[in-house]
């Protein structure tokens, strides 16, 4: 009763809309790598992970287009039902097994993720603007960011499902019809979020959308063209330079936008863009799970299955064979066997039984869905004795506790000789453990922060900021798992992880107690 009807609407959407969308991260890695006789892309590591960073960075740089046509043409409703019909497309196009389809639809998802993504989260702010459920606004945030993950939960063992009984198309267009689903219980809810559905009014002084789009957006796809076609590779690659040179229209625009700000609107745009600056770590550091960590899972965790699940999972479907066929074995088993002990491989002929990749995927919103309520009851009883760390607070909490989980990590590749064992899964599921409690006292955090500080004519528009800030770190995980063949040893690319994170927990810790001066100052 603490919180607005329309969250839970808003709950529903998100859980089907993200359920399509890591549904089709869980295995886009896996399927890029897969053989194209297998109905896989066939592409090389290098080129996976390029492909990887670039698309999961320009998914989260066109909520900065969608947050302006929403915030001052379309409203954040009518935009949400666009991005979905457009991604939903894009999931369905992947299902199509071609070249041209493969990059058409991944454009598709790109553009519908920028009209859907900032425009949510802002109705979910906007509800919480009635002083009846102000106070609320965290933990209104939480719940929402727990919907996130009952969809990312869910989607993994339906992608392995669909990809072992089915193929790899099949696993996408359940993506599409997930999403369709979110769709269906929006328009339904629509009446109870209406009253967050507002555009505001440009102010004196604000810079018209035309122009926005003539001096930001038109540069924007201009200097990242030029990025690509520059000759040789500035950054590692074309699309490297393509996506940095892309950026820089964005990014001076919102330096644009803090120094033509209002003086009472400066101080909290100012501190919007610092914490955007220091939660490009995490976000680089985070998204390798559907990168390196997939990779991880895939190549050097155990995953032979227990007698006692390989049962029931073999039944329902869920369960990934390998088998031994001398020198006719398939690359995907052949890949599995390559540092598993000579004594467990099986006898030629024979088979075992696995814990399909795509399952690991869903370890992190299942610690999310376990934990959320364990950190709303404890944020909930220091705030009843007075002592609830301020949102910043936990955003640079979160910083740090992500950088204990790359430490796990380091732990799991000296367990054991990873080039002739296979580590426990436990390290695994430890790992997501703790990057969960780092992301939960932050991503949420960080979206209530920019709903709390940004002026309210332009709410979606620093909430198009804040997804500018995951798209960098999004592109820079995919250059960051890139480098993952080049470490022979492995420890030393999670020591990287655990320095980047530290480095960004120290700048955090630099600006908190201005952070907490201009919320202090702002009342919230």
């Known amino acids: 009763m603490k919180h607005p009807k329309g969250l839970f609407v808003l709950f529903f959407t998100e859980m089907w809309e993200r359920f399509g969308y890591y549904l089709m991260l869980g295995i886009f890695s896996l399927y890029m790598l897969d053989a194209w006789e297998s109905g896989g892309m066939g592409f090389s590591s290098q080129q996976k992970s390029d492909i990887y960073g670039t698309y999961i960075g320009l998914v989260y740089l066109t909520p900065f287009i969608g947050g302006i046509l929403a915030d001052r043409i379309l409203g954040y409703r009518k935009s949400i039902i666009i991005g979905g019909l457009l991604m939903s497309a894009g999931y369905i196009g992947l ?20 009209f859907f993504k900032p425009n949510i989260s802002t109705l979910v702010g906007n509800l919480y603007n009635h002083v009846a459920y102000r106070e609320h606004k965290d933990a209104g945030f939480n719940i929402f960011y727990m919907g996130i993950n009952v969809g990312a939960f869910i989607c993994n063992f339906v992608a392995a499902y669909m990809r072992i009984n089915f193929g790899w198309g099949y696993a996408f267009l359940a993506a599409g019809i997930g999403l369709l689903l979110g769709l269906f219980v929006f328009v339904l809810g629509t009446k109870h979020i209406k009253e967050a559905d507002v555009i505001k009014p440009l102010e004196k002084g604000d810079m018209s959308t035309g122009k926005i789009f003539l001096s930001v957006v038109l540069p924007m796809f201009t200097f990242g063209i030029l990025g690509y076609l520059i000759p ?14 892309g950026c820089l229209p964005v990014i001076t625009f919102f330096f644009y936008l803090w120094k033509t700000a209002h003086a009472a609107d400066k101080k909290s745009i100012s501190a919007l863009l610092s914490v955007y600056i220091c939660i490009i770590v995490f976000w680089a550091v985070f998204h390798q799970n559907g990168d390196a960590l997939t990779v991880w899972a895939n190549n050097y965790t155990d995953r032979e299955m227990p007698a006692s699940m390989a049962g029931v999972a073999s039944t329902i479907g869920l369960a990934e064979e390998v088998t031994n066929l001398g020198n006719d074995t398939d690359a995907r088993s052949a890949a599995y066997f390559r540092n598993l002990p000579s004594e467990r491989v099986p006898e030629e002929g024979k088979s075992l039984l696995l814990v399909s990749t795509e399952i690991y995927q869903s370890v992190n919103p299942f610690w999310v869905v376990v934990l959320t309520p364990v950190i709303i009851g404890v944020f909930g009883f220091l705030n009843s004795r007075r002592k609830e760390p301020t949102t910043a607070s936990k955003i640079t909490i979160g910083l740090f506790i992500t950088a204990l989980s790359a430490l796990v990590m380091i732990g799991a590749v000296n367990s054991v000789n990873i080039a002739d064992e296979k580590a426990s899964s436990w390290w695994l599921i430890a790992t997501y453990g703790v990057v969960t409690i780092g992301e939960l006292c932050l991503s949420p955090m960080g979206l209530s922060l920019v709903s709390k500080l940004s002026p309210p004519r332009i709410t979606a528009l620093m909430m198009g900021g804040f997804f500018l800030s995951t798209s960098v770190g999004n592109k820079l995980s995919g250059v960051l798992s890139g480098m993952w063949e080049r470490y022979d040893d492995k420890t030393y690319f999670f020591l ?21 001066k201009t919320m202090k100052e702002r009342g919230v």
């Open 232 to 245: 040789g590779n500035l950054l590692g690659s074309d699309t490297n330079d393509a996506f940095a040179f």
């Open 496 to 516: 990287t992880n655990v320095l980047l994170l530290l480095v960004a927990s120290g700048m955090m810790l630099l600006l908190l107690k201005r952070l907490n």
């Open 95 to 114: 299902s199509i097994h071609d070249n041209t389809s493969f990059y058409l639809s991944l454009l598709l998802i790109i553009l519908g993720n920028g």
